[in-house]
């Protein structure tokens, strides 16, 4: 081993012990060469974050609009418009209920436009109001710092200043805590699956045994395995690690977005204690409270990172600090970066005014693609085997009509041939001209002509009308086949 090998691990083993780390079983271990995770020891061992709560007023908002987003998550699937769900995606039928609305899986431009412009307002948002998402709506976040900490302080204790849990749980509290954990994450379990069977099919289910529903069932059990496992062990790793909505954050911020963030300005160079004038320190007490408040383990002092999910926490826990020490709040706050470099903060650039704008495009998109949406979808899809047959004089034609009735109501249909005047109409079996809402039929029929008619290259157009009792029309053109 080299002496410079040897003198590098002496020294890390040297560090190891001062921070009060193993020095590793097969001898010191070496420093990783950066910051590698706020939520990994320098061993590589998982490092469990107990960030202290910080009730300032920012918490307290954020507190009130999380308990608001839990209850509308429950009440959601309880809610009608005009006797349908206002949101149900239901896989099995393939039909997705928003706001009341039925989207049926050939609505794919529907659902196109739905989707884009949900993702442009996500993206608008966060051009705007940077990570509000992460810190102030994100289930993740919202549960995990308004449901389960508390839970977690309840059981050990307020955590300290220095952010360590006050109690050390025995076993049999950390096994009543776990079961606490899997009876919330069977709640919100259930909550979730009532969005995809609604609320009356999921109580039903309920009360009967799983072997009647294994679908259903799986679906829910995989669901708080999945939960219990994210809030319980996995907790802020799914924001550093997992979601891919943090990565995407660099492209959607600008320099103008809003971030929360020190002011390195005012608070640099920093000083432990109360400052005198003479010190010329900055406003920062490194009292390090704003790091042991963080839920995500970062030091916001180190500028703008990924790991930053904008809750807020670290704005609490200063203003706290600047308030005892009798200096202005606001050392870390809501700005953004040019604001810290003491530039003029500018609502309009070119992201605030061009995805408002193609917002507006897919909006009248959308609503036009809904106005005129039909009522109901035909189409023609030509027999099995061959083309026509001949008998006597007539020829005839077999086909499928495919109806989907897209409104709510149940309708009957239909048919009346336009052109020729000469062709006859056969429907084989008229059950599928009877639909309920959002149901879909092949129709069977049959199309007689006389073979004098004209078949000059083997073909012939013909126009079919289908009405509804609704009174929704529709012409549907297809080809004769016949002898030239
Ligand atoms: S809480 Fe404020 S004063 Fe204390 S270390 Fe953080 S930035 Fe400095
Ligand atoms: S740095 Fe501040 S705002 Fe960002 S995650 Fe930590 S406490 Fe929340």
């Given at each position: 081993?080299?002496?410079?090998?040897?003198?590098e691990?002496?020294?890390?083993?040297e560090?190891?012990?001062?921070?009060?780390?193993?020095e590793?079983?097969?001898?010191?271990?070496?420093?990783?060469?950066?910051?590698?995770?706020?939520?990994?020891?320098?061993?590589?061992?998982?490092?469990?974050?107990?960030?202290?709560?910080?009730?300032?007023?920012?918490?307290?908002?954020?507190?009130?609009?999380?308990?608001?987003?839990?209850?509308?998550?429950?009440?959601?699937?309880?809610?009608?418009?005009g006797?349908?769900?206002?949101?149900?995606l239901?896989?099995?039928?393939?039909?997705?209920?928003?706001?009341?609305?039925?989207?049926?899986?050939?609505?794919?431009?529907?659902?196109?436009?739905?989707?884009?412009?949900?993702?442009?307002?996500?993206?608008?948002?966060?051009?705007?109001?940077?990570?509000?998402?992460?810190?102030?709506?994100?289930?993740?976040?919202?549960?995990?710092?308004?449901?389960?900490?508390?839970?977690?302080?309840?059981?050990?204790?307020?955590?300290?200043?220095?952010?360590?849990?006050?109690?050390?749980?025995s076993?049999?509290?950390?096994?009543?805590?776990?079961?606490?954990?899997?009876?919330l994450?069977?709640?919100?379990a259930?909550?979730?699956?009532?969005?995809?069977?609604g609320p009356?099919?999921?109580?039903?289910?309920?009360?009967?045994?799983?072997?009647?529903?294994?679908?259903?069932?799986?679906?829910?059990?995989?669901?708080?395995?999945?939960?219990?496992?994210?809030?319980?062990?996995?907790?802020?790793?799914?924001c550093?690690?997992a979601?891919?909505?943090?990565?995407?954050?660099?492209?959607?911020?600008?320099?103008?977005?809003?971030?929360?963030?020190?002011?390195?300005?005012?608070?640099?160079?920093?000083k432990?204690?109360k400052?005198?004038?003479?010190?010329?320190?900055?406003?920062?007490?490194?009292?390090?409270?704003?790091?042991?408040?963080?839920?995500?383990?970062?030091?916001?002092?180190?500028?703008?990172?990924?790991?930053?999910?904008?809750?807020?926490?670290c704005?609490?826990?200063?203003?706290t600090?600047?308030?005892?020490?009798?200096?202005?709040?606001?050392?870390?706050?809501?700005?953004?970066?040019?604001?810290?470099?003491?530039?003029?903060?500018?609502?309009?650039?070119?992201?605030?005014?061009?995805?408002?704008?193609?917002?507006?495009?897919?909006?009248?998109?959308?609503?036009?693609?809904?106005?005129?949406?039909?009522?109901f979808?035909?189409?023609i899809?030509?027999?099995?085997?061959a083309?026509?047959?001949?008998?006597?004089?007539?020829?005839?034609?077999?086909?499928?009509?495919?109806?989907?009735?897209?409104?709510?109501?149940?309708?009957?249909?239909?048919?009346?041939?336009?052109?020729?005047?000469?062709?006859?109409?056969?429907?084989?079996?008229?059950?599928?001209?009877?639909?309920?809402?959002?149901e879909?039929?092949?129709?069977?029929?049959?199309?007689?002509?006389?073979?004098r008619?004209?078949?000059?290259?083997?073909?012939e157009?013909?126009?079919?009308?289908?009405?509804?009792?609704?009174?929704?029309?529709?012409?549907?053109?297809?080809?004769?086949?016949?002898?030239?």
């Open positions: 081993m080299s002496e410079s090998v040897t003198k691990r002496k020294e890390s083993s560090a190891n012990i001062a921070q009060g780390m193993p590793g079983g097969n001898g010191p271990l070496l420093p990783p060469p950066e910051h590698v995770l706020s939520t990994l020891e320098r061993d590589g061992k998982r490092r469990w974050l107990r960030p202290k709560l910080s009730q300032g007023l920012w918490w307290h908002r954020r507190r009130i609009l999380a308990y608001v987003l839990m209850l509308i998550f429950v009440v959601v699937p309880y809610i009608r418009i006797g349908k769900p206002l949101i149900q239901d896989i099995a039928a393939r039909e997705f209920t928003i706001f009341g609305h039925t989207f049926l899986p050939t609505d794919t431009l529907l659902l196109a436009l739905t989707m884009l412009t949900a993702f442009i307002s996500i993206v608008f948002i966060t051009a705007v109001t940077g990570r509000a998402w992460c810190g102030w709506a994100c289930p993740q976040t919202v549960y995990i710092e308004f449901l389960f900490r508390p839970i977690d302080r309840l059981f050990e204790g307020t955590v300290g200043k220095g952010g360590q849990a006050k109690r050390k749980l076993g049999l509290l950390e096994l009543v805590r776990f079961g606490l954990y899997v009876l994450c069977m709640f919100l259930h909550t979730f699956l009532a969005y995809f069977v009356e099919r999921l109580a039903t289910w309920m009360r009967g045994s799983p072997m009647e529903h294994p679908a259903g069932f799986a679906v829910m059990a995989v669901t708080t395995g999945l939960l219990t496992y994210d809030f319980y062990f996995f907790r802020e790793q799914t550093l690690i979601c891919p909505y943090g990565r995407f954050q660099s492209v959607m911020l600008d320099r103008q977005s809003l971030i929360v963030a020190y002011d390195y300005n005012r608070g640099e160079p920093r432990k204690g400052h005198n004038l003479e010190d010329k320190a900055g406003h920062c007490v490194d009292c390090n409270q704003c790091v042991v408040v963080c839920p995500t383990g970062i030091d916001i002092r180190n500028g703008l990172q990924m790991e930053c999910i904008n809750c807020t926490q704005i609490d826990a200063c203003d600090v600047m308030d005892k020490v009798g200096l202005p709040r606001g050392l870390i706050r809501y700005t953004s970066q040019e604001s810290l470099e003491g530039k003029q903060r500018r609502f309009l650039r070119a992201r605030t005014i061009i995805y408002p704008l193609v917002l507006v495009g897919l909006v009248s998109a959308l609503a036009f693609a809904l106005s005129t949406k039909y009522g979808d035909a189409r899809i030509r027999g099995k085997g083309p026509f047959t001949t008998i006597e004089r007539t020829v005839v034609n077999s086909f499928n009509l495919r109806l989907v009735n897209r409104t709510d109501e149940a309708q009957r249909y239909q048919l009346t041939i336009q052109s020729p005047t000469e062709a006859e109409l056969e429907v084989i079996d008229e059950t599928g001209l009877n639909l309920d809402a959002g879909t039929a092949m129709v069977p029929i049959h199309v007689r002509f006389p073979s008619l004209t078949f000059g290259d083997g073909n157009p013909i126009l079919l009308q289908v009405v509804d009792s609704s009174e929704n029309k529709r012409e549907v053109s297809f080809r004769l086949l016949g002898p030239r």
